[in-house]
């Protein structure tokens, strides 16, 4: 029990992990609220986390869950400022899953973030350097920036954006 490790335990490795654990479960269940009071509480001791403990949680990690939360609660400044720290720490991250699952993602919804607050240039700068990368998610990328092109007035190279989905993404 989450709740017995934050009472009984000595240990800050294991703390910092209840508070991660605590957090991501809030988020599943939809209390994006309450999961960033949880996140908080982690982000102060995370440096305390024990790889022996957990190679799968960390810094970076913990900011792409506060990130979603803020997007989820439609507060796109937040989300973009804690997506930022997610891809700057997530970016040298050892473990492959996250590197390639989960680094991704934080890099894509940073770039929604940067569409949705109409700032397209940024936007396209990152759904450009996905592509580039190749990382998971470019054909989501190519197409979003196929519709900042449009968005833009460069109907033409909407047009060859959208058929380079079509294409290497049938």
Do not use: M
């Amino acid at each position: 029990n989450l709740d017995k490790s934050l009472i009984y335990t000595p240990d800050k490795s294991i703390e910092a992990l209840a508070f991660y654990w605590k957090a991501d479960i809030a988020r599943q269940k939809g209390d994006y609220a309450g999961s960033n009071q949880w996140i908080t509480k982690f982000l102060s001791q995370a440096v305390s986390v024990s790889s022996e403990h957990s190679s799968k949680v960390s810094a970076g990690t913990a900011y792409y869950i506060q990130g979603y939360n803020n997007f989820k609660q439609k507060e796109y400044l937040p989300a973009q400022i804690t997506f930022e720290k997610a891809v700057d720490r997530l970016k040298e991250e050892k473990d492959p899953s996250i590197k390639q699952a989960v680094y991704p993602d934080a890099l894509a919804r940073l770039a929604d973030c940067y569409y949705i607050r109409k700032d397209f240039k940024e936007a396209k700068i990152i759904y450009t350097r996905i592509i580039q990368e190749n990382l998971k998610g470019a054909d989501y990328a190519t197409y979003q920036k196929a519709i900042l092109d449009g968005l833009s007035g460069n109907y033409a190279g909407k047009i060859e954006g959208l058929k380079s989905v079509q294409k290497s993404y049938p």
